[in-house]
């Protein structure tokens, strides 16, 4: 009989990807049926999605009471909710009647959360209110919702669909948090979210964003405020740039005493290949005024976020395997989360966070704000697009990566090593 054990892949599923991870040469990237093949996709959502850490948005998109959010991966549909005591909860948007869906996909506010099957009535809180004609002898306690692991770092929300979530996140956080608040994002809004659906292969669009290497040719927007020679050792930067690298070495040194002079940190901190949740972090100038993504580097936004005055504190870029980069400057926050839709598609969900009282057309120009990063993202999509169309030719075989190229080593490692530790898990149980 095949197996078709709740929440656990195939063997033969299981070993066909450890199988294709033994074929990888070290330094090179991925076997071209580790992009492409349905059953290496269905083992990576239950062993890497349904089991880790996942960046699902910020406190900013739940700011009163009633206000959720969705996240839909891996078959499960998250409901994140602000519940009447103001504390922000997860659930499987599932009802405890029959099963219906509570919420559509997306955003909303509520007052109660209604069934719209049977009528059956949850509070924000999770606990069944209301249930028509059920029998009293039934224990109403029984038939809340299911919460789902949720942990608030710094504003940023983070859900774990596994039973026993790992502890990683609660062992990192206060390393990341004196990051983040500055920025304050319980005191943030949205400005724009963009939903963008890339014709690839969940890793190649992680892969791309942990690398530079196209920028210079591929992003004319977004290396308006990128140094040229970002991401370059000094043995790497050529004669020919040396000026431009002198002036982001200046750049850097003046961020950091202005970060040290308000007490803001900014060293990186890089975990990204043992840890469970492999993350990376650091605060790094940007070119131009040095102050937001904007063509010149000036502010896009006039109401800084939280209490901060000084406009001129670069980018503080935060990267969590295996689904999101955060991009934190002084006037606003730009957030993206990833999410496998199908083995060569995946939804990419840009927001654009501003101050709570910026208003827009007043302190923000809404077309301005996102300009730089609506062109990278469909940018970045025609690479994903390209790289899936040939990852999935007779033809490819996987080549090298190079010095710039280490970040995509990093995840490709990681992805390597946490599919193995959940594979050998499973095996244990069993």
């Known amino acids: 009989m095949t197996e078709q054990l709740v929440g656990e892949p195939a063997a033969g599923r299981r070993t066909k990807i450890l199988d294709n991870l033994d074929r990888r040469t070290p330094g090179h990237s991925l076997p071209g049926v580790l992009y492409t093949d349905p059953d290496v996709f269905a083992s990576e959502l239950e062993l890497l999605w349904r089991r880790r850490w996942l960046f699902v948005g910020t406190v900013a998109e739940v700011p009163e009471a009633g206000d959720y959010l969705t996240f839909d991966v891996a078959g499960s549909s998250v409901l994140v909710i602000r519940d009447d005591d103001e504390q922000v909860r997860a659930f499987h948007n599932v ?87 500055p920025h304050r994002l319980d005191r943030a809004k949205v400005a724009a979210q963009v939903e963008l659906v890339e014709e690839g292969n969940w890793k190649l669009v992680m892969e791309n964003n942990r690398e530079c290497y196209h920028c210079e040719g591929g992003h004319p927007e977004l290396t308006c405020t990128f140094f040229p020679t970002w991401g370059l050792s000094e043995d790497q930067v050529p004669d020919r740039m040396r000026a431009d690298h002198d002036r982001y070495l200046f750049a850097e040194a003046d961020l950091m005493r202005r970060c040290d002079e308000l007490g803001i940190p900014h060293a990186l901190i890089e975990d990204l290949l043992e840890r469970p949740f492999g993350f990376r972090i650091q605060r790094e100038p940007l070119d131009g005024a040095g102050e937001s993504f904007s063509f010149d580097g000036s502010r896009l936004v006039g109401r800084l976020l939280g209490d901060l005055d000084d406009p001129q504190l670069g980018r503080c870029t935060f990267h969590t395997q295996p689904n999101a980069w955060i991009h934190l400057l002084a006037d606003h926050v730009v957030t993206f989360s990833v999410t496998p839709l199908s083995p060569d598609r995946t939804l990419v969900r840009s927001t654009w966070l501003v101050h709570e009282d910026a208003v827009e057309g007043v302190d923000y120009d809404l077309e301005a704000l996102t300009a730089v990063w609506r062109a990278t993202n469909e940018q970045d999509a025609a690479f994903v697009r390209n790289t899936q169309l040939g990852v999935s030719d007779p033809a490819y075989v996987p080549g090298p990566y190079n010095d710039a190229e280490r ?8 992805y390597d090593a946490q599919i193995r530790s959940e594979a050998r898990k499973m095996e244990v149980a069993r």
């Open 95 to 181: 009802c405890r009647h029959r099963g219906s869906r509570l919420v559509a996909a997306g955003n909303g506010s509520v007052g109660n959360l209604v069934c719209g099957y049977h009528s059956w009535t949850y509070a924000t809180d999770g606990s069944l209110r209301y249930a028509p004609q059920l029998s009293p002898s039934i224990d109403t306690a029984c038939l809340g919702l299911r919460p789902v692991a949720l942990r608030e770092v710094g504003g940023l929300l983070y859900c774990s669909l596994a039973a026993s979530p790992d502890g990683d996140l609660d062992v990192v956080s206060d390393q990341i948090r004196d990051y983040l608040t």
């Open 407 to 414: 970040n995509v080593d990093d995840f490709i490692r990681w």
